[in-house]
């Protein structure tokens, strides 16, 4: 039989091994997990200006999206956004892109700027002609359109989603004094549990952690995003692709009033 003051001494050992072992798992999965990704300094949005003299809508100031009703689409097949040609194009995850309105009219997914062009003033492209409905709705925007494509997005979960973080470039060659360009989305599939994630900017362009948002993606989803100025990624956390209409606008009165009907 263990004397008492053998017990103390086992029992203790014991202990000391067990907290020995639960420390070195901490730190190996401490060292294993990887970091969550969050912009620094270097990101090569931070280069993009936020504040400019171009004209802004009144309706975008306060938290640089709007979410308008969502839209009832059933009346659209999926055949309009299934069956265009897609480009494989990657911007926030594993995306491909059908350019409806592009700088030139041909099926190209670059900035307009490469053509010495804002992102305004984009011509249709031969894709219109297999998606008439939901074109209908896009000319029936009154805004002078920027590219205009559909997104195809892989699925992508909050983390994964965040190293893809951005801000767009989308007033590049865009004369100051003339309207600011934003974008704005029309969810195609119904994605509840999806989201665009959303961030302003601080004073050093670099995101506002505590100003996240989520803008849920069901089908029909319709909000306008001011993403120059906010940090913005789809987060996908469906099964299938996640599709969704992307078109470029040109910042007018007329448009604000239209967002504002739209709300
Ligand atoms: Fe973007």
């Excluded at 804002?118 to 031969?126: C, E, N, R, V, Y």
């Excluded at 089908?219 to 078109?247: C, E, M």
Aim: proline share 7%.
């Amino acid at each position: 039989m263990f004397s008492p003051a053998v017990y103390i001494r086992y029992g203790f050992s014991q202990i000391s091994y067990f907290s020995g072992c639960y420390i070195i798992l901490i730190l190996i999965i401490m060292s294993t997990a990887p970091a969550i990704f969050w912009p620094h300094s270097e990101h090569w949005s931070v280069k993009i200006p936020v504040n400019t003299s171009h004209y802004e809508m009144p309706v975008m100031k306060d938290k640089g999206y709007v979410i308008m009703k969502t839209l009832d689409i059933s009346h659209i097949p999926s055949s309009e956004w299934e069956n265009l040609t897609y480009m494989d194009w990657k911007s926030g995850g594993d995306t491909n892109f059908a350019p409806l309105a592009s700088c030139d009219g041909t099926l190209e997914c670059k900035g307009f700027w490469e053509n010495g062009k804002p992102d305004k003033h984009a011509l249709f492209t031969t894709n219109t002609e297999l998606c008439p409905n939901l074109m209908a709705y896009i000319k029936s925007i009154p805004a002078n359109f920027g590219r205009v494509r559909i997104i195809k997005l892989e699925p992508q979960n909050h983390d994964q989603a965040l190293r893809s973080v951005h801000r767009d470039d989308n007033n590049r060659l865009n004369p100051e004094g003339e309207g600011w360009v934003v974008r704005m989305w029309i969810e195609l599939t119904d994605n509840p549990d999806s989201y665009m994630l959303l961030y302003d900017s601080d004073e050093n362009n670099l995101p506002i952690k505590e100003s996240e948002a989520h803008v849920p993606m069901p089908k029909g989803a319709h909000f306008v995003v001011d993403s120059q100025r906010l940090w913005h990624v789809g987060v996908h956390n469906g099964t299938k692709p996640r599709y969704a209409a992307i078109i470029s606008c040109e910042s007018s009165p007329e448009l604000d009033a239209w967002i504002k009907s739209k709300m």
